[in-house]
T-cell receptor
Framework: KAGVTQTPRYLIKTRGQQVTLSCSPISGHRSVSWYQQTPGQGLQFLFEYFSETQRNKGNFPGRFSGRQFSNSRSEMNVSTLELGDSALYLC??????????????FGEGSWLTVV | AQSVTQLDSQVPVFEEAPVELRCNYSSSVSVYLFWYVQYPNQGLQLLLKYLSGSTLVKGINGFEAEFNKSQTSFHLRKPSVHISDTAEYFCAVRRKTSYDKVIFGPGTSLSVIP
């Protein structure tokens, strides 16, 4: 069974630009969540989508947005990039089923550097 | 609201020695508990999880953890570490009866010394 796939793995952007990151969940998983990881702030939750609807949202500015498609694939977008947006962005998928613990499984992440 | 504390930010240990990484949580409701490991330049990998039943949970790579409800702890242990265990370890919780997000601790950096 293929794991969570994130693309691109590495990218460099300039301040003010926008970026779109993509995530393909494990087959059969309907929930996709996104996290930002930085050395200073650790793992911070961005948002979670389930069946194309945003189910949870973290405390990030509106420049961070996401969406989920009918095949459960998800994208997140960051507009007007700032230097502080440089981070590892992790996508995780789960079945969305509480009874199984709703365990989340992570992808390898997308390394974003803003210069 | 739930929170997770990992008291040790860094744990150095000699190869083949035992190790315990501590995790304490606070929650007003029952939770699921998880340990994840992150190797350098990689995503997080699930080590083990506690959903219900036996409080001693065995995971991959020889790790185990014990859920202690009275002490609200979920410490991770390994009897003999290897160089390849050098990584960042994260404890996480999720409420059992809600679709709330997973809450992660700040992480513990385990360094195995040869």
């Amino acid at each position: 069974k293929a794991g969570v796939t994130q693309t691109p793995r590495y990218l460099i952007k300039t301040r003010g630009q926008q970026v779109t990151l993509s995530c393909s969940p494990i087959s059969g998983h309907r929930s996709v969540s996104w996290y930002q990881q930085t050395p200073g702030q650790g793992l911070q939750f961005l948002f979670e989508y389930f069946s194309e609807t945003q189910r949870n949202k973290g405390n990030f500015p509106g420049r961070f947005s996401g969406r989920q498609f009918s095949n459960s694939r998800s994208e997140m977008n960051v507009s007007t990039l700032e230097l502080g947006d440089s981070a590892l962005y992790l996508c995780a998928s789960s079945s969305g089923d509480l009874s199984s613990g709703n365990t989340i499984y992570f992808g390898e992440g997308s390394w974003l550097t803003v210069v | 609201a739930q929170s997770v504390t990992q008291l040790d930010s860094q744990v150095p240990v000699f190869e083949e020695a035992p190790v315990e990484l501590r995790c304490n949580y606070s929650s007003s409701v029952s939770v699921y508990l998880f340990w994840y490991v992150q190797y350098p330049n990689q995503g997080l990998q699930l080590l083990l999880k506690y959903l219900s039943g036996s409080t001693l949970v065995k995971g991959i790579n020889g790790f185990e953890a014990e859920f202690n409800k009275s002490q609200t702890s979920f410490h991770l242990r390994k009897p003999s570490v290897h160089i390849s265990d050098t990584a960042e370890y994260f404890c996480a919780v999720r409420r059992k009866t809600s679709y709330d997000k997973v809450i992660f601790g700040p992480g513990t950096s385990l360094s195995v010394i040869p």
